[in-house]
């Protein structure tokens, strides 16, 4: 057993190594280009017959996965929708880790109950929505996603005599799901998850944008015969569109159904007036699922489902065993997400809310849209180069076009995708690729609080290199 002194000791140079990294962070190549055989190699081997070292395992973890390290908490990366962390959330996550406290119950951990409640006042304020809704923080969007469609899961039933939480899903009356077209896996997998079926849905076509069509959704909706689930987005994981929430909320409330929406990272709009009418009509919806790992640049994992039915989300999470204790009137955790013992991933959020304020969280949102749109302007200008989105918030999607044939579709989704292999080759910046309607796209995500201009001018300037390179290979 290591003692105290030790303890001491270790995590004095755990802060080091990690200062260490986090200064290095900015230069490092964005990517990584290592085997994970050779990963296995350092880092493998038999389980220890013997404990080793405590610092000395500290030291040779930090120097082994290093070679692994992508440098996604870093200022170039703009792959998925990834967000890097605050020093204030990093903080505050490390104290977390160090209180070790339960979340569950209230009674296991008194004070960072107290602060997850605040949080969850605070966020529900940041996104206008009602303030009397029930807040859960969850690992991800993911599990908010899950958390949300099983509220709504439970209202539905009820309303039709049903008590799903009891009496399971054999048998009970049928829920129509409607999705749009363009509808986040996540999604998907949470119907999964909920004995809903991930291909037991009406789906709405979308529009050019990725956005739900709100006139073809009356047709869809005559056509549900049960309790109406459905699911929108603030944020299309591609293009970043938003989809129709007032006309789809209005729609379905008319069918006295449950809108939920998948706000990921369109979410943080809210907290901008210039993104805001993006989402007008979010707050009429019914439960809401966002991610604090992304926009709000708390480290992973952290997402949070809101829920204008309390009764409903609580019924739908919690849990009652004898030895519990949770008659205190307080915030048990467990109540409003999926896990029993949790960390109290709450307090990172509550950390950098308060670092950053109202005023914070707004430019940040802003400044990472205009670099979005700082980059997509400069791509545009370079020959053979579409963007192929309306850059309405943070996402961009870019094709490259074959100089000597720019009418070739497959010659171009060739090019594209050499172009991002090249890029994540180069490592200055570090993005990846999709499919948009048909046609092979890089996406660019802009969600990191320390990307700044040079970073996004480096990064457009390492793009149009290796195009370069590559149509001089081609
Ligand atoms: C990222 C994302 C999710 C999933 O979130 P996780 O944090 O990875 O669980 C869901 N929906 C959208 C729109 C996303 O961008």
Same mark, same amino acid.
């Given at each position: 057993?290591?003692?105290?002194?030790?303890?001491?000791?270790?995590?004095?140079?755990?802060?080091?190594?990690?200062?260490?990294?986090?200064? !290095?962070? &900015?230069?490092?190549? %964005?990517?990584?280009? *290592?085997? +994970?055989?050779? =990963?296995?190699?350092?880092? #493998?081997? /038999?389980?220890?017959?013997?404990?080793?070292?405590?610092?000395?395992?500290?030291?040779?973890?930090?120097?082994?996965?290093?070679?692994?390290?992508?440098?996604?908490?870093?200022?170039?990366?703009?792959?998925?929708?990834?967000?890097?962390?605050?020093?204030?959330?990093?903080?505050?996550?490390?104290?977390?880790?160090?209180?070790?406290?339960?979340?569950?119950?209230?009674? !296991?951990? &008194?004070?960072?109950? %107290?602060?997850?409640? *605040?949080? +969850?006042?605070? =966020?529900?304020?940041?996104? #206008?929505? /009602?303030?009397?809704?029930?807040?859960?923080?969850?690992?991800?969007?993911?599990?908010?996603?899950?958390?949300?469609?099983?509220?709504?899961?439970?209202?539905?039933?009820?309303?039709?005599?049903?008590?799903?939480?009891?009496?399971?899903?054999?048998?009970?009356?049928?829920?129509?799901?409607?999705?749009?077209?363009?509808?986040?896996?996540?999604?998907?997998?949470?119907?999964?998850?909920?004995?809903?079926?991930?291909?037991?849905?009406?789906?709405?076509?979308?529009?050019?944008?990725?956005?739900?069509?709100?006139?073809?959704?009356?047709?869809?909706?005559?056509?549900?015969?049960?309790?109406?689930?459905?699911?929108?987005?603030?944020?299309?994981?591609?293009?970043?569109?938003?989809?129709?929430?007032?006309?789809?909320?209005?729609?379905?409330?008319?069918?006295?159904?449950?809108?939920?929406?998948?706000?990921?990272?369109?979410?943080?709009?809210?907290?901008?007036?210039?993104?805001?009418?993006?989402?007008?009509?979010?707050?009429?919806?019914?439960?809401?699922?966002?991610?604090?790992?992304?926009?709000?640049?708390?480290?992973?994992?952290?997402?949070?489902?809101?829920?204008?039915?309390?009764?409903?989300?609580?019924?739908?999470?919690?849990?009652?065993?004898?030895?519990?204790?949770?008659?205190?009137?307080?915030?048990?955790?467990?109540?409003?997400?999926?896990?029993?013992?949790?960390?109290?991933?709450?307090?990172?959020?509550?950390?950098?809310?308060?670092?950053?304020?109202?005023?914070?969280?707004?430019?940040?949102?802003?400044?990472?849209?205009?670099?979005?749109?700082?980059?997509?302007?400069?791509?545009?200008?370079?020959?053979?180069?579409?963007?192929?989105?309306?850059?309405?918030?943070?996402?961009?999607?870019?094709?490259?076009?074959?100089?000597?044939?720019?009418?070739?579709?497959?010659?171009?989704?060739?090019?594209?995708?050499?172009?991002?292999?090249?890029?994540?080759?180069?490592?200055?910046?570090?993005?990846?690729?999709?499919?948009?309607?048909?046609?092979?796209?890089?996406?660019?995500?802009?969600?990191?609080?320390?990307?700044?201009?040079?970073?996004?001018?480096?990064?457009?300037?390492?793009?149009?290199?290796?195009?370069?390179?590559?149509?001089?290979?081609?």
């Amino acid at each position: 057993m290591e003692g105290r002194v030790d303890e001491r000791r270790i995590l004095d140079r755990a802060s080091q190594l990690a200062g260490e990294f986090l200064a !290095a962070l &900015p230069e490092r190549p %964005v990517g990584v280009a *290592v085997e +994970a055989a050779s =990963l296995r190699a350092t880092l #493998g081997g /038999p389980l220890p017959e013997v404990g080793e070292d405590g610092l000395g395992v500290v030291e040779r973890l930090a120097a082994d996965a290093d070679p692994g390290l992508v440098a996604m908490a870093g200022p170039r990366y703009f792959g998925f929708v990834i967000g890097g962390h605050h020093p204030v959330a990093l903080a505050a996550d490390w104290l977390t880790s160090a209180w070790d406290q339960n979340l569950g119950l209230y009674v !296991a951990g &008194p004070a960072l109950s %107290v602060v997850e409640e *605040v949080a +969850a006042g605070w =966020l529900l304020d940041l996104f #206008g929505l /009602p303030a009397s809704a029930s807040l859960g923080f969850t690992t991800g969007a993911t599990m908010a996603n899950f958390t949300g469609l099983a509220a709504a899961r439970h209202a539905l039933l009820a309303r039709a005599g049903w008590d799903v939480e009891r009496q399971g899903l054999f048998g009970a009356p049928e829920l129509d799901v409607v999705v749009g077209a363009e509808a986040h896996a996540s999604i998907l997998l949470a119907l999964q998850y909920l004995g809903l079926g991930r291909e037991r849905v009406h789906s709405v076509p979308t529009d050019e944008q990725g956005r739900l069509c709100a006139d073809l959704l009356p047709g869809v909706l005559a056509g549900c015969r049960g309790p109406i689930l459905a699911c929108a987005q603030a944020g299309n994981v591609n293009s970043g569109a938003f989809d129709p929430l007032e006309a789809v909320v209005e729609q379905v409330h008319a069918r006295d159904g449950w809108v939920h929406v998948d706000g990921a990272f369109g979410l943080w709009g809210a907290a901008s007036p210039r993104f805001a009418p993006l989402l007008r009509g979010a707050e009429g919806a019914d439960s809401w699922a966002c991610d604090a790992h992304k926009w709000l640049n708390v480290p992973y994992d952290c997402g949070f489902v809101a829920c204008a039915d309390p009764a409903a989300h609580a019924a739908a999470m919690t849990i009652a065993a004898a030895y519990l204790v949770q008659d205190t009137g307080e915030r048990d955790g467990v109540d409003w997400a999926p896990e029993f013992s949790r960390r109290a991933r709450g307090v990172p959020v509550y950390a950098v809310l308060r670092a950053l304020g109202r005023a914070g969280v707004r430019e940040l949102v802003e400044r990472c849209c205009d670099l979005a749109a700082r980059m997509a302007r400069q791509l545009a200008e370079a020959p053979g180069v579409r963007v192929l989105n309306d850059v309405v918030l943070d996402q961009v999607l870019v094709r490259f076009l074959d100089p000597d044939a720019p009418g070739d579709a497959a010659a171009a989704d060739a090019r594209t995708r050499a172009v991002i292999a090249a890029v994540q080759r180069d490592g200055t910046c570090w993005l990846g690729g999709t499919t948009w309607h048909g046609q092979a796209a890089m996406r660019i995500s802009v969600v990191n609080w320390s990307t700044t201009e040079a970073d996004a001018d480096r990064s457009v300037e390492a793009i149009l290199r290796c195009a370069g390179e590559v149509a001089a290979v081609a």
